[in-house]
């Protein structure tokens, strides 16, 4: 019952925050639309900004990663790497409205609220970072900063989702996002796979 009510607070919380933002959804709002006293809120999240940690830990790319990377250890890297492309834009189109209000509102966030945001993209980036090294020590892959590689990795294709979203540009059809995923994929491996003379 405990976690039922906690996860109806976590999945309201996410629906205000996409809609309003962080700074304009009110606890007050969340606690009556997830049906629950603000008191009760508080007893789950004693702050808002606690409210916002956990609805961005729950509800980010990090577990899903954490789910991905245990699945595909022992699949071909192409195959690990798409597995992984695939699902970050398949979480992205999901938290789109959230993606969009934040990009908005970063500049007018408390700094605590600032590094909540960053630390989740540093711990995503650690953990994609722990995998390649993991690949680098197999003799997979080349000698190549593994924290840099995620970030680059990651970075294209929220580059990819931004632009396609976002901006709306006409050549960015949705048929051909598989195959948008399969071509970034292949140029990151081309540029880090060991290579045998």
Same mark, same amino acid.
């Given at each position: 019952?405990?976690?039922?009510?906690? *996860? %109806?607070?976590?999945?309201?919380?996410?629906?205000?925050?996409?809609?309003?933002?962080?700074?304009?959804?009110?606890?007050?709002? #969340?606690?009556?639309?997830?049906?629950?006293?603000?008191?009760?809120?508080? *007893?789950?999240?004693?702050?808002?900004?606690? +409210? /916002?940690?956990?609805? #961005?830990?729950?509800?980010? /790319?990090?577990?899903?990663?954490?789910?991905? +990377?245990?699945?595909? %250890?022992?699949?071909?890297?192409?195959?690990?790497?798409?597995?992984?492309?695939?699902?970050?834009?398949? +979480?992205?189109?999901?938290?789109? !409205?959230?993606?969009?209000?934040?990009?908005?509102?970063? !500049?007018?966030?408390?700094?605590?609220?600032? %590094? #909540?945001?960053?630390? #989740?993209?540093?711990?995503?980036?650690?953990?994609?970072?722990?995998?390649?090294?993991?690949?680098?020590?197999?003799?997979? +892959?080349?000698?190549?900063?593994?924290?840099?590689?995620?970030?680059?990795?990651?970075?294209?294709?929220?580059?990819?989702?931004?632009?396609?979203? /976002?901006?709306?540009?006409?050549?960015?059809?949705?048929?051909?996002?598989?195959?948008?995923?399969?071509?970034?994929?292949?140029?990151?491996?081309?540029?880090?796979?060991?290579?045998?003379?």
């Amino acid at each position: 019952m405990a976690q039922d009510t906690r *996860r %109806k607070i976590l999945e309201t919380a996410l629906k205000l925050f996409s809609q309003k933002g962080y700074l304009g959804a009110t606890t007050k709002e #969340i606690a009556s639309l997830a049906g629950v006293a603000e008191i009760t809120l508080f *007893r789950y999240f004693p702050s808002k900004e606690v +409210l /916002f940690e956990e609805v #961005i830990n729950n509800f980010s /790319f990090y577990p899903k990663l954490k789910e991905i +990377l245990n699945e595909i %250890k022992d699949k071909p890297y192409r195959e690990a790497l798409i597995t992984i492309a695939s699902e970050f834009l398949i +979480l992205l189109k999901s938290k789109k !409205e959230l993606i969009k209000i934040m990009q908005c509102e970063m !500049e007018r966030y408390p700094d605590k609220i600032q %590094k #909540i945001h960053d630390t #989740i993209i540093y711990n995503t980036t650690q953990l994609l970072s722990s995998y390649f090294k993991s690949l680098q020590e197999k003799g997979v +892959l080349r000698n190549f900063d593994s924290e840099s590689g995620a970030m680059a990795f990651l970075g294209m294709f929220f580059s990819y989702f931004y632009v396609k979203e /976002f901006k709306k540009l006409s050549y960015y059809r949705e048929e051909e996002t598989k195959k948008v995923i399969e071509e970034f994929v292949d140029i990151f491996i081309n540029g880090t796979l060991q290579i045998y003379k």
